[in-house]
């Protein structure tokens, strides 16, 4: 039987799980801990040595604020029941957008992966790759093998998969450059001499999946956030496997955003210079019928000088004539942007902003629409076209045509109103003129037409140069203010925090499991477990000892006071006062071996 030393200090066991409980269970169960320890350490261990490390890198870039007519723009959406966001939340929603990683993703070619064995774990390869695959036929199924480069010549081919299916160029060597026909199409294997000696005979595991898969797979490693408060600085992570790889993909991202806004901004620009072409087609056209006519006019009545013959009625007329040239040259191009905006093939396109049709708040009506449509069109790219939003500015842009439309025929009115009144002065002059042949007098009409078609035309050829300039100095409104940076130490996985998890749970899992046994040991531990569950009187207290002679052992004997020998007399007072007509004591218990001869023996021998 196993028996432990009572302490002087200790008078009675009061029950339950206490501190020295707990400690007691600590050195008792020393090795097991030890054991646990080393066994999660270990699980840890090989864990971390199977897991790829994760780097981390940022960049930071400053998007500037938008001009007046981005906040006027914003204004409208308002007072249209439109909703308008900060423009820096866009650029961070935009940033994060499927359609720029898919575009990332096809510049720099990432739908094809390389990667080699290291120990339990594989380390991908992108600028280190000592080769690069070129896949020449477009995707049909996800592609799969393995290159070992024998020499700076040649390479052997193996495991090369399509899908689940094995290729029939299984085990064979190329040159590189050479073109490999296979079930998957044409590839090239290309190799980088700068890299290649290092990976002689090493395997370099390739493989290619569709592009959109590819672009969901890396669009998890972008996260965008801003890099301050009330700041409109915006920070990039890209968390890979791969730092030049990272590298990459943040440069390739911001510069593929750049050229989007580019593109976006330069669309109005585009769809003027288009409007113009077109408009410079047509009158260049009618400018030379007009021209053709003068010149067939002259011929046929032989006149060689029409303005010398007519000096004495330019002069009458020539304000007149000026003021219905500009009248007609504004009436045209009115009339052309009001087919334009009224045509139902333009209905989705940007609205041509010609300066010099209209005042000046047509002219902001008409920029107004065309940035609401951009902004429409950018959000139903990235979100389709039953985005809330989406709708809500298709909402706003029929309310806008719809003024613009009302303006411009307020605007045509009153053209032609003036036209009207200057053709009554017009002909008002020309009755006075009544005695001019009528060779002169249609000459005069035809030369008229020809002014009104030379002023448009040098018109419209000055306003495609000034469009021609916008379109060249157009820049992005955002600055790289940190190119991409960051620690060589990984993120992930948290190896410091995840071996102390592993030490701590090495501590707590057999501490745990002697605690749940100490726990539900049902048997009686001490005093206090009797006088909670009984109402018996305790008459002594046996303190244990080490076993010395087992149960036949006495301790009570002759002038001998330990502590043991005491408690047996203590025992023999308290039952002479409880049964002092007692002559025989029954000493019982549940389980053998639980010291009932030890007690009785040095019961008996208690004088």
């Known amino acids: 039987m ?17 501190l020295r409980d707990i400690v007691e269970l600590v050195f008792d169960n020393w090795y097991w801990i030890v054991l646990s320890v080393v066994i999660c350490m270990s699980v840890a261990w090989f864990y971390l040595a199977m897991q790829t490390p994760l780097y981390k890198r940022s960049a930071v870039m400053l998007v500037k604020s938008e001009s ?23 650029e961070i929603y935009i940033l994060q957008s499927h359609q720029l990683m898919r575009e990332v993703v ?15 774990h594989y380390d991908q390869l992108y600028a280190e790759s000592p080769i690069r695959v070129n896949f020449l036929d477009a995707y049909t199924a996800p592609v799969s093998m393995e290159i070992k480069p024998l020499n700076g010549n040649r390479f052997l081919l193996n495991q090369l998969k399509i899908g689940k299916e094995k290729s029939d160029n299984e085990g064979q060597e190329f040159l590189f450059g050479d073109t490999i026909i296979s079930a998957a199409g044409r590839f090239i294997v290309e190799d980088i001499p700068d890299k290649m000696s290092a990976y002689y005979n090493v395997p ?65 620009a585009t769809s003027t210079a288009k409007f113009i072409n077109e408009r410079v087609e047509i009158i260049s056209k009618e400018l030379g019928d007009v021209e053709n006519e003068l010149t067939d006019f002259k011929q046929k009545n032989r006149i060689v ?52 049709v209209g005042d000046s708040g047509l002219q902001n009506q008409i920029t107004t629409y065309n940035e609401i449509l951009l902004q429409r069109e950018r959000l139903a790219a990235n979100s389709g076209e039953n985005n809330p939003l989406v709708k809500d500015l298709d909402n706003n842009l029929a309310a806008v045509r719809v003024n613009l439309t009302a303006s411009m025929d307020s605007y045509l009115s009153t053209l032609k109103l003036k036209l009207k009144k200057a053709r009554e002065v017009e002909s008002q002059t ?45 820049e992005a409104n955002i600055r790289v203010i940190e190119s991409p940076f960051g620690s060589s130490a990984p993120v992930a996985p948290a190896r410091r925090m995840l071996l102390m998890g592993a030490f701590i749970v090495g501590l707590i899992i057999p501490l745990a499991i002697q605690l749940l046994r100490l726990l539900w040991n049902t048997g009686v531990r001490g005093r206090k477990d009797i006088e909670d569950y009984t109402s018996m009187p305790i ?39 409880v049964a002092p007509q007692a002559r025989v004591v029954m000493f019982t218990s549940t389980m053998p071996g639980e010291g009932k001869s030890f007690v009785s023996r040095n019961f008996a021998v208690t004088t």
């Not at 005695?435 to 249609?442: D, G, N």
């Open 204 to 268: 370099v595991e390739v493989s290619r999946i569709d592009l959109n898969t590819a672009a969901n797979i890396y669009h998890s490693f972008i996260s965008t956030s801003l890099a301050g408060e009330r700041t409109t600085l915006v920070q990039i992570n890209c968390v890979d496997s791969n730092i030049s790889r990272a590298e990459a993909i943040l440069n390739a991202l911001i510069d593929v955003y750049r050229e989007t806004i580019i593109e976006d901004k330069n669309r109005i």
């Open 430 to 474: 020309l009755d006075h003129i009544e005695s001019v042949p009528q060779q002169e007098k249609k000459a005069l009409g035809i030369i008229r037409q020809q002014s009104i078609k030379e002023s448009l035309y040098t018109f419209l050829l000055n306003k495609r140069e000034e469009n021609a300039l916008q379109l060249a100095i157009t």
């Open 305 to 356: 000088s029409i303005d010398a013959a007519a000096t004495q009625f330019m002069s009458e007329s020539s304000k007149m004539r000026d003021e219905l040239v500009q009248l007609e040259t504004e009436y045209a191009i009115a009339r052309a942007v009001e087919r334009y905006l009224t045509d139902n093939e333009h209905s989705k396109q940007l609205i041509p902003n010609v300066s010099g």
């Open 2 to 18: 196993e028996l432990i030393q009572e302490t002087k200090n200790d008078k009675k066991n009061e029950g339950g799980v206490t």
């Open 68 to 90: 007046k007519s981005g906040n006027d723009m914003s204004a409208v959406l308002e007072l249209n029941g439109g909703i308008s966001g900060s423009g820096v939340e866009n």
């Open 106 to 120: 096809g510049r720099l070619h990432l739908d094809v992966t390389y990667q080699v064995k290291n120990w339990l």
């Open 539 to 577: 008459l002594g207290e046996i303190p244990l000892m080490k076993d010395r002679d087992g149960e036949q052992a006495i301790v009570v004997e002759e002038n001998k006071t330990s502590s043991v020998a005491e408690s047996f007399r203590l025992l023999r007072s308290n039952m002479d006062f």
